[in-house]
């Protein structure tokens, strides 16, 4: 990104057009967001730039009665569908302890009759970021110091300072401990999509999985007693004797919600529609890992907005794949 900045400089001067034409840094381009995680993290062959950690599961979808009335999708006028899932911790590191108080994230692949949807949400409500500027801001802020081995907190405080959404995400984190199941975690969009439904009206909505075993952190002893990973076997021990389930629902705008800032949170708006239910029985190991979801991948019925965040994610997620086995 620096460089390309520096070589737009140098061309504008070349050209004498300094005076006239106001140059703009140019946006971080979906390699540029994928170099930022990789110089925090780290890259490890075989793992995805983010979420590297992370372990595959497979089940069925349920749309609810009437969801096609929200979204004219086929895929939600079905009886049921197959879901294939990949359930993880954000960050690049592949052997991140599952006590982090770190995002945990849910991708979940629906396959309709002829339609697919991608769902690639987190377990807050927030995103760390409103803007690719701000992604890789935030990530710079964090890279170690060569001298502590830790991030400078100066570097975070003037990041915060720049893009104060920087401190949402991180304060939701800090408030609780780390989630005791996959199972009993929600996730959420962060963006917003437009939904049609089947008789044409229209409305903006985020997305969000609601467990139906409840939310459930960590207590202080498990997190002293628990070992770093326990997340996986947790998993396969629960549905060893039924399924992990999650309700999705449609949260619709309220009055001045953001539509393209994943980044802030939502007010209480208009009450929250069913879609479905989510129903994950089998434990699959690694057998998704080489698979990219891609949260525009979306069916009849549901819109993407115009948040640029949105509009990187596939782009940026193709770059991670392609460097996962990259020498
Ligand atoms: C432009 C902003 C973002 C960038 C650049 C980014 C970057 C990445 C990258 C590089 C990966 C690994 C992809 C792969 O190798 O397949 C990834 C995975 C993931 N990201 Fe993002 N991310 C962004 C925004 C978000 C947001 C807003 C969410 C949630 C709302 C999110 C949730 C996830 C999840 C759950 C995964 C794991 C997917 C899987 O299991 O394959 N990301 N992200």
Known sequence: MKTRTMLLSALAVALGTTASLPLQAAEPSPADMVDALNAVFGRHAGARGSHAKGFCARGTFTPAAGATGFAASRLLGATQVPAEVRFSIGGGNPKISDKSRSVRGIAVRLTGPDEGWDMVFISEPVFFAATPESFVSFLQARVADPATKKPDPARIKAHNEKYPEGTRQPGLLAAHAAPASYASTAY??????????????????????EPVAGVRYLSEDEEKSLPDAFLEDEFKRRIGGGSADFDLYAQPAGNGDALTDPSTAWSNGPAKVKLGRLSIDRHTGQDCNEQVYVPTRLPAGVEPSDDRLLRMRAAAYAVSSSRRNAP
Not at 190 to 198: C, I, K, L, P
């Open 188 to 209: 959420h969009s962060n963006h917003a999509f437009r939904f049609v439904g089947a008789s044409g009206q229209a409305a903006w909505a985020r997305l969000q999985f």
